[in-house]
């Protein structure tokens, strides 16, 4: 689906039992940072939850964290590491820092 990325892994995302392909993508902006978070079925072509975000500069990456479960790490500018808890509602990626939700660039992506 995407051709060039920033990071992926393979992670049972929705705790479905399967591996699912977890990419990181560059955003469709110039000037803004953005970027994309998709989750696709191994085997399928298409993504199955699939979300753009804005937010500031940040050298993102998936980390697995102590408690077993796939983050997303960011760090800033500034060198402070920002840690994002993932999960899918309603076709998207939701990503939350301390229980606050990044906000999407747009509207709804899918």
Same mark, same amino acid.
């Given at each position: 689906f995407e051709t060039t990325y920033i990071d992926k892994t393979?992670? %049972?995302i929705d705790n /479905? =039992?399967?591996e699912e392909n977890c990419v990181l993508g560059y955003g469709p902006t110039s000037g803004? &940072? #953005?970027f994309s978070v998709s989750v696709t079925e191994m =085997? &399928?072509?298409k993504p199955d939850y699939f979300t #753009?975000?804005?937010s500031e500069w940040m %050298?993102?990456?998936f980390v697995k964290s102590d408690d077993g479960k796939l983050r997303l790490q960011g760090v800033t500018q500034d060198g402070r590491v920002r840690l &994002? /808890?993932?999960a899918l509602r309603d076709g998207n990626v939701i990503l939350s820092e301390? =229980?606050?939700e990044l906000s999407f660039y747009g509207m709804k992506n899918n």
């Open positions: 393979l992670w %049972d /479905d =039992g399967i803004l &940072f #953005t =085997g &399928f072509p #753009t975000y804005q %050298d993102i990456s &994002f /808890d993932i301390n =229980g606050e």
